[in-house]
């Protein structure tokens, strides 16, 4: 028998390589980027068409480079960044291993030009599936253009297994973001086609992240990010992490050190830790935090496409980040002053001067009427009937049955909890509901005192009715004459377009005006004075999150969004009246004790726990 075994021809072997760097076009762009930040640009421009597949094109103003590199440079292993094994412990560069080039050459076709400032003339090489077509002296400009063209041309399978156009442009989106908060003192323009997506200019990581994730949300940025920051002779970590209150399902969370993008789940628990009591367990917080450290005591993933990285320091600098984060949410004192979400029994805010109780800050329209928000109104009942009526009701409560709500059961049976209905059993008189710091609504039952959050209650309220006018289709909408416009990043515009249908069912009108853009020209009846856009965004996060679940999960989104956008807020008086028809209609829903997003909404002292007290 003869010798069966052979070696493969080069243009193989490096496509087979090449499949551990160049995945999908977002990977070349990561690769492209990355070699014109080492480069030392300034300005960086990208140009991609059909979502990379045809065309990604990378131009900057860095270093350039010689005929000879720009000839080597394709090679595999080909790299001027580092020497020897012990640079890998030196990095500063973001490339080292010397493969991109040589990947991305082995399955597109490449146009290189690059010309260094002490040179007259450039260089242009075309190299296709490994093979050098031309190599010529040109005139160019200086700095460095790379053309990636019809990538996987000659891998049909690897082309097959791309995405969507829209899945394959959220790619490339990551990979820029990465890359573009961490050099923010680098320009950078985006453009997909002829329309650009990106104008970011040289600046500062905050005004880079709001010019990212901003654009017509950049006041709820601005508004929300807190700075950290702390220096030890270990490790000097700086950034922002967002208020608690701007907690999303998905947040935007980034850590970079020495100017690289990572991921790093344990670090990742520091910053969940601080933020434990604040938030939602099912949301998280928004951040950016930079660390910057020896690169000696760091270990940088050799794999090509791994984003994972080891310190020598873990465990000293989880705890350095988690008092950063706890000392900025501190100083901003997010901690709310009564917790609702604690179970157990509260603290009474006994023996407190007067003078150092600071009236909450809120931010209403005083002229805002909740209960005229609405088209439905019940009549206001009279107070006995109430509980009367809820006496005599012995249907079990549950849970709205299309909604599950994020907590292990809506039935909780501990003492300061109202879970079953025979809790409330009798009421004294109506002069006994009183408002507390114009915030929670106090009224008397005949197991103890009964505490309920306004704004909850009026959200489930309105939750529940919005559902049912989604659910039936009643929803009416209002023409609005001076249409608002949306502008939205590229990436959430390719998300908007996916809800529009069930917006326009629930009373939104809108127009595409191009550019990511739509002119917002009716308005469901329902939404309140509050800003159309900030609701429209605030809706847009939560569809992103349940954008792949079924359609009833995008309904109670969008109903959740609306009745929070419209429910009354902490901070508006209400008359005895009111009080008592919130109350009436609250334990009207079939789920009265939690919001649609799981929060508790009243909870009750016990006559017992109220005299231990005294
Ligand atoms: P690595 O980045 O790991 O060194 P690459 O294959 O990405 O490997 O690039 C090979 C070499 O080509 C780099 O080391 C660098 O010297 C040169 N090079 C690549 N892109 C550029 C650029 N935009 N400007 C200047 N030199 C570049
Ligand atoms: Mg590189």
Redesign the pocket.
């Known amino acids: 028998m003869s010798d069966i075994i052979h070696l493969l021809p080069d243009s193989v072997a490096n496509q087979i390589a090449a499949g551990e760097v160049i995945q999908r076009p977002a990977s070349v762009l990561k690769?492209?980027v990355?070699?014109?930040i080492?480069?030392g640009a300034t300005f960086i421009q990208i140009v991609i068409k059909d979502a990379g597949r045809t065309l990604i094109q990378v131009v900057?103003n860095?270093?350039?480079?010689s005929e000879t590199?720009a000839r080597m440079?394709f090679e595999r292993h080909?790299?001027?960044?580092i020497k020897n094994a012990d640079d890998l412990f030196s990095l500063r560069t973001?490339?080292?291993?010397?493969?991109?080039?040589?990947s991305i050459a082995a399955v597109a076709q490449v146009e290189l030009r690059?010309r260094r400032s002490d040179d007259e003339l450039g260089i242009l090489v075309e190299i296709a599936g490994t093979r050098v077509f031309k190599q010529e002296t040109v005139q160019c400009d200086l700095g460095?253009s790379?053309q990636v063209k019809n990538l996987f041309f000659n891998v049909p399978a690897r082309r097959r297994f791309l995405k969507s156009d829209n899945v394959e442009k959220s790619h490339i989106f990551t990979e820029f973001y990465r890359i573009a908060l961490v050099n923010s003192n680098v320009a950078f323009s985006l453009y997909d086609g002829d329309e650009e997506l990106f104008q970011l200019p040289a600046s500062n990581n905050k005004i880079r992240i709001e010019n990212i994730f901003g654009k017509n949300a950049k006041k709820r940025w601005q508004q929300q990010l807190l700075t950290i920051e702390t220096s030890t002779n270990l490790v000097r970590i700086y950034g922002y992490v967002g208020k608690p209150e701007y907690a999303q399902k998905s947040g935007s969370q980034y850590f970079f050190v020495n100017g690289r993008y990572m991921r790093h789940p344990y670090f990742h628990k520091a910053v969940l830790l601080a933020y434990s009591q604040m938030i939602q367990a099912s949301e998280s917080p928004n951040y950016f935090i930079y660390f910057e450290v020896d690169p000696q005591t760091i270990d940088v993933n050799i794999h090509p496409t791994k984003t994972e990285i080891k310190f020598e320091n873990e465990q000293a600098i989880w705890s350095i980040l988690s008092a950063a984060i706890k000392e900025a949410l501190g100083k901003f004192n997010v901690v709310p002053s009564i917790d609702f979400d604690q179970e157990g029994a509260l603290e009474m805010p006994t023996g407190m001067s007067v003078e150092n109780v600071r009236p909450p800050q809120t931010n209403f329209n005083p002229n805002y009427n909740p209960f005229g928000t609405t088209n439905y109104k019940r009549p206001i009942l009279n107070w006995e009937e109430l509980y009367g009526d809820f006496e005599k009701k012995d249907e079990p409560i549950e849970s709205s049955p299309t909604w599950e709500p994020n907590f292990d059961s809506p039935i909780i049976t501990t003492d300061s909890t109202i879970g079953q209905q025979q809790v409330i059993e009798h009421t004294e008189s109506h002069a006994d509901n009183f408002q507390y710091k114009n915030r929670y609504i106090i009224t008397g039952i005949k197991s103890g005192m009964l505490m309920i959050d306004q704004h909850r209650a009026h959200t489930r309220i309105l939750f529940d009715l919005f559902l049912s006018q989604i659910k039936n289709s009643h929803v009416l909408s209002q023409q609005v004459l001076f249409p608002e416009v949306l502008e939205l990043s590229p990436e959430d515009a390719l998300f908007f377009e996916q809800i529009i249908q069930d917006l326009q069912k629930v009373g939104f009108e809108f127009e595409p005006i191009g550019n990511n853009s739509f002119n917002i020209k009716g308005v469901s009846s329902y939404v309140g004075t509050s800003s159309v856009i900030d609701l429209l965004l605030d809706i847009l996060d939560k569809a992103k999150t349940t954008a792949a679940e079924p359609t009833a999960n995008l309904h109670e989104s969008i109903s959740l969004s609306l009745a929070e956008s419209s429910s009354l807020k902490a901070g508006q008086h209400l008359t005895s009246e009111e009080m008592c028809d919130l109350i009436d209609r609250l334990f009207a829903c079939a789920n009265h004790n939690f919001t649609p997003d799981g929060k508790k909404i009243m909870t009750i002292f016990t006559q017992d726990e109220l005299e231990k007290r005294f």
């Open positions: 690769e492209l990355e070699n014109s080492d480069a900057d860095g270093k350039g480079m590199d440079a080909a790299t001027s960044k973001m490339g080292f291993r010397g493969e991109a080039l040589a690059t460095t790379f």
